[in-house]
């Protein structure tokens, strides 16, 4: 059964995550059915992204998704995280139940399996483990993918920051360390190319917000930043003004000097409104970034992770991390809104 999320619970990285590997795999959508961390079984275990191919044989023709067959596993890992040898165990596992959490036996065929790994940072303790002990060989079959050949399942590493540019241009921008801008014009332009598509804006979106200083730099952003970040904000001010200008215009003034006060009233309830509004999407965006950091120790502490090195894998602080790491480790299998109203009430912050 999928695992329904409000706003609030989804994290910072992988929505967009979710959205640019659809765009990754546009040409293609028709053919395939996505679907967003995949639970598995009752348990809290689910898989980052899961992709289904409508029809078995049909190839797929991205570089992404050669290896694809018809169930494929995506593990994606926030360019903040790094791909670690534990992580391709829980990963493989979870392929395996995945293969075998159903009502018949067999049903999915382990041929019809495959997995892909996503990471900004190149592997290396991991690679060097799969060759040395799995005895895998692992190939580089173009620049930043590497096919893990020796096992029964297919499964490939993407490294996004070596990833072409040209063929993967909105996966490799996916990160917070955009720093040319002229990467970020090429970003822009194929936006407004596809401005139309959902999909776009959010991944753009997220990319701007972890770039801010870049994307200042791109004088062509100033309007399509502001259809991005501010529509929903600037709908509702509309809304909200309008409904006060109306009910204020209706009390307060007769209707010979209506036009006259309905301006300085629209602009006075504009202002309020406005300054209001942007309190609400400072504390949304900052809301947001403390839930990915409590997601993120949530899943270290499950893999019963020491403070010490949880802190040095975030670069964070010694000891800055002390109070939420008690709290999330008190409370592992606690839904991360929860554990974020126990981090306020403990005033972590």
Known sequence: MEKHKTETDVTYWHPAFYADIRIELAEEAEHLIFENEHQLGTNPMEIDVLIIKKEKGRKIKKNIGKIFRTYNILEYKSPDDFLSIDDFYK????????????????????????????????????????????????????????????DLIPIQIIVTKKLSAQKNLWLKSLTNKLYETEKARTLMADYVRHSHNNLYRSVLETIIRANPKTFEEVNEMGDIFMEICHEKFERKLKEAVEI????????????????????????????????????????????????????????????????AVIEEEMEAEPGSLQLLYDIVCKNTEKPVEELYRLAVCEKVW
């Not at 309905?262 to 839930?291: A, I, Y």
């Open 91 to 150: 990963v493989y596992g979870y392929t395996c139940f995945y293969k075998a959490d159903t009502p018949l036996t067999d049903s999915i065929s382990i041929q019809e399996l495959t997995i892909t790994f996503i990471s900004e940072k190149y592997p290396r303790k991991l690679i060097g483990h799969l060759e040395k002990v799995k005895k895998y060989t692992v190939k580089n079959t173009e620049a930043g993918i590497y096919l893990v050949c020796g």
């Open 244 to 307: 006060q200008v109306e009910e204020r215009v209706k009390e307060e003034l007769e209707e010979r000097v209506k036009e006259e006060l309905e301006e300085r009233v629209k602009e006075e309830l504009e202002e309020r409104v406005k300054e209001e509004l942007e309190g609400r999407v400072k504390e949304e965006l900052e809301e947001r970034s403390r839930m990915e950091r409590i997601l993120l120790i949530r899943k270290k502490c499950r893999k019963k992770k020491p403070l």
